[in-house]
């Protein structure tokens, strides 16, 4: 795969550094192109309202209801604790913890009371847009932003929503019977893939753990940054909860056969592609979850598996536990009704995105419940 005719202004920044230093892992690749300071795709200024995604989000403001009527419950069955922190990671401009923030303050007015919400986002651009959707939650003492996880959660739920998808990954495959690492170099035709030696033990110790063995010529991701970031999760938290909504696999199922060129993909306005090294800095770059990972780097800060299910019945097990109250009101026209509950079909397809995200939460000081988003439907 080779870079377009016309490098964008990242793609000649590494390029000078891959000359420089030698090839670099593609975890590194693509920290650089979703995070860099100024020129990242996650962090760089907006230009202008474009995405290359779509997210539950987006879809309706349903999600965020019913995420709501979920953390609620967490709440109570922490025995409600005058403080409970909300703490959402790579929390974009807002949106959700507005919709979230809304529902509580409208549905259970003593959970709104011990509510703190902490958006957690790297992109100083995007805070600033969080800072005007939510100020009069800012000026309540409901809302703050931060770049990192508080040092300590003594009671509460960390959340995240497309987070893990975005994270940093390492391309690895098997040849000869033996794991390699595909890197990224630079030659005549620009950026492009670079067998090497595995640049960590910790890859290779990584299928160890699962039991996992790749076939011959197979290539995988391993979200190394993942594992680091599920374990610092469970060590700040002290009492609570973890919830992870994110498209994935188990481990079993995200190595197997039909995924012999991995996960990884490309996103460029709406279209997706295996030309990772066309726009650096300008399209997305996003792979599957493992949650088998962060089931197992999790246990090892104490937090433990309560539930794995898709997006599809959590929410719906979310909405009949809240007897369907969500997708009506008194004051909606059967128009507007009519409308919320299409949307909510979107977000319960199990062709779309009701089947391709998975949700795991684990829990940690408490004794394990069967949430109502966990219930059998």
């Not at 039991?211 to 970031?229: F, K």
Request: glycine share 8%; with cysteine.
């Amino acid at each position: 795969m080779a870079s377009r005719s016309e490098p964008t202004p990242l793609a000649l920044l590494l390029a000078e550094r891959i000359r420089s230093g030698g090839p670099i892992t593609f975890s590194e690749y693509m920290e650089a192109c979703l995070y860099h300071p100024l020129l990242g795709y996650y962090t760089k200024a907006e230009q202008h309202p474009r995405r290359d995604y779509f997210t539950s989000v987006d879809a309706s403001p349903l999600f965020g209801r019913l995420l709501a009527r979920q953390f609620h419950e967490m709440w109570s069955l922490l025995d409600r604790p005058q403080s409970f922190r909300l703490i959402e990671v790579g929390a974009g401009t807002g949106h959700l913890a507005k919709q979230i923030l809304d529902c509580a303050a409208s549905s259970w007015p003593e959970f709104h009371d011990a509510l703190r919400f902490i958006a957690v986002e790297r992109s100083t651009s995007r805070r600033a847009l969080q800072s005007k959707i939510l100020d009069a939650y800012i000026q309540a003492g409901k809302f703050a932003s931060q770049e990192e996880l508080p040092d300590e959660i003594a009671s509460g739920c960390i959340f995240s929503n497309e987070l893990l998808d975005a994270m940093p990954v390492h391309r690895v495959i098997r040849e000869h019977n033996d794991l390699h690492e595909i890197c990224v170099g630079f030659g005549k035709n620009g950026l492009g893939d670079e067998i090497r030696q595995l640049s960590s033990t910790a890859l290779k110790e990584y299928f160890a753990e699962e039991q996992i063995s790749l076939l011959e010529e197979q290539q995988a991701e391993i979200n190394l940054a993942a594992c680091r970031w599920i374990a610092e999760a469970g060590a700040k938290l002290k009492r609570g909860f973890v919830l992870s909504i994110d498209y994935g696999h188990a481990a079993r199922e995200l190595y197997d056969e039909r995924h012999m060129r991995g996960t990884l993909l490309a996103y460029e306005r709406h279209r997706a592609s295996e030309d990772f090294f066309r726009a650096p800095g300008e399209q997305d770059l996003t792979a599957h979850v493992d949650f088998t990972a962060l089931e197992i780097n999790g246990r090892k800060s104490g937090l433990l598996r309560t539930g794995f299910t898709s997006q599809s019945k959590f929410l719906m097990a979310l909405a009949r536990h809240g007897e369907f109250a969500d997708l009506q009101s008194d004051g909606m026209s059967d128009t507007e009704q009519r409308q919320r509950r299409l949307l909510f079909k979107t977000l319960i397809n199990p062709e779309g995105m009701g089947g391709t995200f998975q949700v795991l939460i684990q829990h940690k000081g408490i004794e394990p419940r069967n949430l109502a988003g966990l219930q059998p439907l």
